[in-house]
């Protein structure tokens, strides 16, 4: 199988995560897309041109980021990152908080990197800053217990680790003034899950292309 993905993008990191704590990395080729490139491959894989994508070995491709870590959790078992019953739907909520989180700080970024600076809508981007706001202030209000090791980890979890460290690369360490809860917990998951730094992308070694991000 094939991951098409890009270093920064943060849920391609969520698929790179999973792919570590499910022992699935042997699996998987990670394969780097430009998503700004219309020669690239990627647009006849996902007609989207998004990444991350998984070109599975029988030539299909599965996205976006939220299928990828089921079909994942599917290779690995079952029930490694999603829970079984009704405990699956806060999960599944959670991830989904945690990737429209991750969903808003990028439309703030392409708000800048797209538009000439006398173009640019300073309450659209207000509109999307808040939603991080939210979005945060939720977390830090359920934060999810401290993992001791990966196993427990479950993709709310997984994805909210990729989300808070989106924001370190491309906002800097303002959101952890006012949420020391989620500062304490992403500490404990980056012990737990040795991976997060492993796919920590330094923000010197950033691409310059204008679209690598996306979901």
Not at 123 to 135: F, H, L, T
Request: aromatic share 8%; charged share 25%; hydrophobic share 45%.
């Amino acid at each position: 199988m094939k991951l098409r993905s890009s270093p920064p993008s943060p849920f391609g990191r969520k698929i790179k995560l999973a792919m570590a704590m499910l022992g699935l990395k042997d699996r998987i080729e990670i394969v780097e897309a430009n998503t700004a490139d219309p020669a690239d491959s990627l647009r006849g894989q996902n007609p989207l041109g998004k990444i991350p994508a998984l070109v599975l070995e029988n030539g299909d491709v599965l996205y976006d980021s939220a299928v990828i870590l089921e079909y994942l959790d599917f290779l690995a078992g079952g029930n490694k990152l999603f829970p079984a019953g009704e405990a699956r739907f806060a999960v599944l909520r959670d991830q989904a908080l945690a990737d429209g989180i991750m969903d808003a700080a990028l439309l703030r970024v392409y708000e800048k990197r797209f538009k000439q600076p006398g173009f640019r809508d300073p309450a659209w981007d207000a509109y999307q800053s808040e939603k991080v706001v939210r979005g945060l202030a939720y977390f830090e209000q359920n934060t999810p217990p401290e993992p001791a090791s990966a196993k427990d980890v479950d993709a709310a979890g997984l994805t909210l680790a990729c989300a808070l460290g989106y924001l370190d690369l491309r906002f800097g360490d303002g959101w952890r003034r006012d949420h020391p809860g989620l500062v304490r917990w992403l500490a404990a998951f980056e012990v737990a899950v040795p991976a997060y730094a492993d796919t920590r992308q330094p923000a010197a070694l950033l691409p310059d292309d204008a679209a690598v991000e996306l979901k």
